[in-house]
């Protein structure tokens, strides 16, 4: 098993659609958790981050994680075609205040919005 | 913003000879760099990490005389692959954590190189 599911899709939705991607994980040590875009043959660029459990919204975006079910997910709201990438998740541990910095990703949801 | 540059962007060789790729940070100091392999819709998996001035830290399974990583400055990461075979051909990606300022888990990842050993 591996330790970050990501359902690869692909998503496809109209321009105007709230998007949801999500995030399963095994590792009850993680404690931040990220979600980076990726665009074809590019690096990846970090959309946000959330350190727990909770909810963090910035502007369009929203990440929710529920530590209970191990569970993350991305919401985008009024999609637009510039959103079409490959979203990832990625975690990592916490120990001691300090993270390490490793960050175990996700496979990566292709998504696609179509005008 | 933080910049992360790669070079070269994309790199084709012959199997047996060796490929240096090179990490920079363009506007920030980053004693911590992260490398990285993607395989075709796979996800990142890494591979090293590099802290300047010291050796490198390799994942299992990662050959550390085969991917060679020097950290030799604050804004400088090479990665060698040695005697490069098919079977490390992948997309390589880089990313940079900034030694102050941010947040401790913000790294920024540079535009990736592509290799194709043929």
């Known amino acids: 098993q591996k330790e970050v599911e990501q359902d690869p899709g692909p998503l496809s939705v109209p321009e105007g659609a709230i998007v949801s991607l999500n995030c399963t994980y095994s590792?009850?040590?993680?404690?931040?958790f990220m979600w980076y875009r990726q665009y074809s043959r590019k690096g990846p660029e970090l959309l946000m981050y959330t350190y727990s459990s909770g909810n963090k919204e910035d502007g369009r975006f929203t990440a929710q994680v529920d530590k209970s079910s191990k569970y993350i997910s991305l919401f985008i709201r009024d999609s637009q075609p510039s959103d079409s990438a490959t979203y990832l998740c990625a975690m990592s541990v916490v120990a001691g205040g300090t993270s390490y910095g490793k960050l175990t990703f996700g496979q990566g949801t292709i998504l696609t919005v179509h005008p | 913003g933080a910049v992360v540059s790669q070079h070269p962007s994309r790199v084709i060789c012959k199997s047996g000879t060796s490929v240096k790729i090179e990490c920079r940070s363009l506007d920030f100091q980053a004693t911590t760099m992260f490398w990285y392999r993607q395989f075709p819709k796979q996800s990142l998996m890494l591979m090293a990490t590099?802290?300047?001035?010291?050796?490198?830290?390799?994942e299992q399974g990662v050959e550390k005389d085969k991917f060679l990583i020097n950290h030799a400055s604050l804004t400088l990461s090479t990665l060698t692959v040695t005697s490069a075979h098919p079977e490390d051909s992948s997309f390589y990606i880089c990313?940079?954590?900034?030694?102050?300022?941010?947040?401790?888990?913000?790294?920024?990842f540079g535009p990736g190189t592509r290799l194709l050993v043929l």
């Open positions: 990313s940079a954590r900034p030694t102050s300022g941010g947040a401790w888990e913000t790294q920024y």
């Open positions: 590099s802290n300047e001035g010291s050796k490198a830290t390799y």
């Open positions: 590792n009850s040590a993680f404690q931040y």
